[in-house]
């Protein structure tokens, strides 16, 4: 047998079919601030580590990890929500060219450190408490950020569950995507849902936000009463204060004691929070304990797909000409959901509008 | 049955048109895209993994799209230029070309034994021959392996692969044949049955 008709057939074995991503290059062909991005990256800059890091973390708490984690030389793994893993090394500009979208997902294992706020749980993703999709321009100078209320009664498509039984489509609680089929199934709900395609899904654990918050040495916000509420673990006097990451995760998951009472408030604290963080990040960069952070942030992220250390470093350096005022904060509009009225429905057209500005500039 | 991993129809705009309407239009260098990142990516993804392909195809139409004031338009065909900018680019990562074929050989043996009746009638198969042929591929030279693999993966010509790497076509003879026989000395230490050509 011929040693060239071999080695073809060994080519074929090893061969790979192109992704879909692979259309974001073409993006980064035709988009001359990427050109030139490209025409003089180098490694990550030292000197501008702080900056990064503080206007990074500009975007969201989830999106404050991103670029720490890549900050610690030594990562080199991450882990991926089926439990498959994928070596760093890889690719370093498809993050930083064109639009980004994120799903960020703070989820609430409640398993491990997260056990004494709740029940152990053992499904497999954990619930989500706060949803928030990241839209980040293509020019890098602006974001808006659409929180997604978890009570939100949404079409859910066909996923695999943890145990890989297919899970048929059904109507259900947004969140329950996540809870039920995991990071892929959050990211393809959102995506069938809202027609923006979706880059990365990010899951954050809310114990790790807690040690982020603690890293940065607590976050000021200013509240207008008083906190009493044994649920979220949380009693605070009114007034401009300094919490701490299990006062702030509590202040997040507040659902009763402040407002009323509805998922729409909390999301407005978290936004809260999230500007505070933001805040603190900005203001205080060199009082961050930076190893507390790293270790915090890294025990706590996963993405899907996975995200290497050169991805990241992409998109933080990406992250790193944004300002925090630069980003937007929306909610979803919601209405009532007409067979109960405690959960919500999208309002039409308005969301749709939302969604497809938002898509619409992803392209 | 052998699938090219580059086809091209006749009938259709030359890609050095494409590329000469660009200077003034830069989407059109788009269209040259569209042609051919699916052919390089599946190239890459043979040498360095699929990890590192879409990244670097990225980067080779970036170059390529710099560079392409300076193409010389007496070319229509436009691969061997792309698949030049590409074998430069994966020199970068050498040694990991390497460790992937070398990783290869570490490969679980039950794959070695399962191979379909015809193939087992010709005596060799690209199954069994995997693990020479990796070991071959990864001790090989890195300017005979871009030669070997331009001709053999990238299905381009003496004289294309000559234009791609900016050498005389004798060159790559002499490459290729170089390449070919520590191939084929590979493949002869693990099959007593190969008959040398």
Known sequence: MDDLKLLRDFGRELEHEPPASLARQRGRLLDPSARSRTARAGGPRRTRNWAMLALAAGLTAAVVTVPTVLLSGSFDVVKMPDGG????????????AGPLNLLLIGSDTREGANAEYGPHMTTDGGRSDSMVLVHLAADRKSAQAVSIPRDSMVPIPECRGADRKVLPAHTGMINSAYAEGGLVCARRTIETLTGVPVDYAIAIDFSGFKGMIDALGGVEITLPKAVDDPKAKLRLPAGRQMLNGEQALGYARLRYALGDGSDIMRIKR??????????????LPTTLRLPDFLKAARASITTEPGLNLEEMLALARGLAGMKPSATTFMTVPVRPYPPD?????WK?????????RIASDSK | MVRPLTAIPADRVRDSDLIGESRTDPEAFAALFDRYSSMLYRYVSRRLGPEVAEDLVGETFLIAFARRDRYDAAYADARPWLFGIVTKLVSRHR???????????RSPAEEMVDFPDDRVASGVTARSARPALARALAALPARDRDVLLLIAWGDLSYEEVARALDIPVGTVRSRLNRARKKVRAALGDTNPMHEEE
């Open chain 1, 85 to 96: 893993s994928r070596s760093a090394g890889g690719g370093t500009a498809s993050v930083t």
């Open chain 1, 270 to 283: 978290q936004q809260v929070l999230m500007r505070a963080i933001i805040k603190k990040a900005a203001d």
């Open chain 1, 348 to 356: 039409q057209p308005e969301a749709g509008e939302l969604f497809k």
């Open chain 2, 95 to 105: 040694r990991a070309e390497s460790a992937r074929y070398r990783a290869l050989l």
């Open chain 1, 341 to 345: 009225r405690n959960r919500l429905s």
